[in-house]
């Protein structure tokens, strides 16, 4: 199983405690999309059908967005880490090596969502909509690693043959000059 939580004993007490407090219930996404699907009343509002087809369609709301607890609500919200769900050094091939990347601040380093789309939208790489799907990883990851300027700066250049071929990240080639 590729989906493992952090921390699962802080998260049965959390439980626990929650539980214990009665109030009302927790808001649905429901709760949500009565807002979020409307144009009138936000300017990005989401395709509820997309949503619920993602990897991530099974969740609610307030599983990713944890400080959404009442409505109306904030509108500055924290950032959703990704990495909270999904154990970023062993999950995901890709992602682990280009994490080393992002947190020693390269310029043009990729985050989960550069590569997985929009987290709303997001794919198993088994499907063919996916831009993390063999058939298009060359065009995701082309978008840096073709251009001639990015091959030449950082003298690393992924064979556009392997790219087209690709099997399995964790056994891509890289060439260093
Ligand atoms: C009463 C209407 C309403 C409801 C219900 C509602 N929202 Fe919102 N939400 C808004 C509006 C309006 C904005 C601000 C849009 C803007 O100005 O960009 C917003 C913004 C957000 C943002 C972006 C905040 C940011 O920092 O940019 C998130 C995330 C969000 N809502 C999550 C939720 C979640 C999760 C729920 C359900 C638990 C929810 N909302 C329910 C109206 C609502
Ligand atoms: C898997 C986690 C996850 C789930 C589930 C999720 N979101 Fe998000 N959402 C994010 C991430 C990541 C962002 C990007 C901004 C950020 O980092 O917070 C985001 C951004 C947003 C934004 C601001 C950007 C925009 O498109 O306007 C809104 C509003 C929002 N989410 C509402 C919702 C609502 C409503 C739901 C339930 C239908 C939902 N989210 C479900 C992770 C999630
Ligand atoms: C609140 C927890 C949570 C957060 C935050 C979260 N995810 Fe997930 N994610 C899940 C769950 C649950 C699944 C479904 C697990 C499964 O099917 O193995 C999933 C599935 C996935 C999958 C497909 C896994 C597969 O084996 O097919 C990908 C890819 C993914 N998430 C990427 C992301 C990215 C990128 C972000 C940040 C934008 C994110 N997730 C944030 C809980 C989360
Ligand atoms: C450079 C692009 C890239 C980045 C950055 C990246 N990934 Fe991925 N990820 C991929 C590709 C391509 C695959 C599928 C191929 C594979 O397994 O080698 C994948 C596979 C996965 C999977 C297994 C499920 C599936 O759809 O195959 C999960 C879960 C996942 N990534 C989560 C994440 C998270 C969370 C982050 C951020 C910490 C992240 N990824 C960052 C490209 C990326
Ligand atoms: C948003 C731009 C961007 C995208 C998209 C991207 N990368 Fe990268 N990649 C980088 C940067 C930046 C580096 C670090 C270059 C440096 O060391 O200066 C890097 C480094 C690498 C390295 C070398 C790692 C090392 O240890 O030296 C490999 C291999 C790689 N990427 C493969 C991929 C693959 C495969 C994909 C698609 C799944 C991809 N990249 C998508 C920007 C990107």
């Known amino acids: ?53 993602s990897v991530h369609g ?6 990713c967005h944890s400080d959404v607890t009442d409505v109306p609500h904030e509108t500055r919200l924290k950032p959703v880490s990704c ?30 969502m550069t590569c997985h789309g929009f987290a709303h939208e997001i794919r198993s790489s088994e499907q063919d909509r996916s831009p993390t799907h063999p058939r298009h990883v060359i065009m995701t990851c082309g978008k840096c690693h073709s251009d001639p300027t990015f091959i030449q700066d ?3 250049e992924i064979p556009p043959s392997f790219l087209a071929g690709y099997a399995k990240l964790t056994h891509l080639k890289v060439v260093k000059r």
Not at 1 to 25: C, E, Q, W
Not at 58 to 63: A, G
Request: aromatic share 4%; net charge negative.
């Open 83 to 112: 990495v909270l769900c999904h154990d970023d050094k062993t999950d995901q091939p890709a992602g682990s090596f280009h994490q080393a990347i992002l947190e020693r601040n390269a310029e043009l380093a990729p985050n989960c």
């Open 1 to 53: 199983m590729k989906f493992r939580r952090k921390a699962v004993d802080l998260t049965s007490v959390a439980i626990l405690i929650i539980a214990a407090i009665p109030t009302g219930s927790a808001l649905t996404t429901q709760d949500c999309f009565d807002c979020h699907t409307d144009p009138d009343i936000v300017p990005t509002p989401i395709d509820s059908a997309s949503f619920k087809t």
């Open 154 to 156: 950082r003298k690393i």
């Open 58 to 63: 099974d969740l609610d709301c307030v599983d």
